[in-house]
């Protein structure tokens, strides 16, 4: 599988994203679903969901050509049901808890289901029933796999809606995290699907720099498993150990310090932050 072929996968998911952002964003408006961005300004949420659009669009192209490509199923399930569950956090959030520690603290503690906690559930659900889809392995090396794919899967998700806190974050740490799976990965029909929802985020992105729409929930949760839907395809196995422990320790840290002021406080990140973002003056 060429750059080239890849590269135009991508172009052509791009091209539809344009067709169809307008239309989802007037529609989302239309309906009321406005949030407050961190500036406090109301714009459509859940705009993301034009990732899943742009996939089914462009995957049910890609399976009239190649006929042996089973798995896009698996995977339009895998983001789909995501989303789905994304979707349910960005309309009726509630948010009396943050990070996984916290909604699992309210479900075990105090017997209250957040809608975060709900996210988490389903995710870890979905993640280990795709698992099941790999087969790779025996007996327990089968059950090795399975967990660590599963987290995998999980952990990416979450990740990712970690990162949407402001404008672009989400979208550059998933282009950031696809680049290294295209160059660290083997050249299989997966990468197609990783296409697909880069072309479309790269689309989207200059809504999201400017503060004019949001992916919210339903459009982080499809690009986290997106990630690790294709890594745990693509990646070899001593890849994917080291992906895995790169983002348990993304999670530890997280939860402990704040990703944004980690970011303010180095210069290097702070600069790929604010790229091309808009700016307010004293900001």
Known sequence: MTGIYLAGFAGAAYLVTLMILPVTKEMLTEAGFLRP???KEQIPSGVGLVFFLTALVVLTVERFFIVDDSNVYTFLFAVGGMGFFGLIDDVFGTRGASGLKGHFKKLILNHEMTTGGLKALAGGMIALIVSLEFGEG???VRWVFLILNALI????TNAVNLLDLRPGRAGKGFLAVSLFILIAGTGKIQLFYLA???GSLIAFLPLDLKAEAMMGDTGSNMLGMTLGY???FVLSTPVKVGFFLFLAGFHLVTEKYSLTKIIENSRFLNYLDMAGRRQKSGE
Request: avoid cysteine; hydrophobic fraction near 60%; charged fraction near 5%.
């Open 196 to 198: 697909a929802v880069s």
């Open 230 to 232: 294709v890594a745990v």
């Open 153 to 156: 899967m999980a952990l990416s």
């Open 138 to 140: 025996t007996g327990f």
């Open 37 to 39: 961005n961190f500036r």
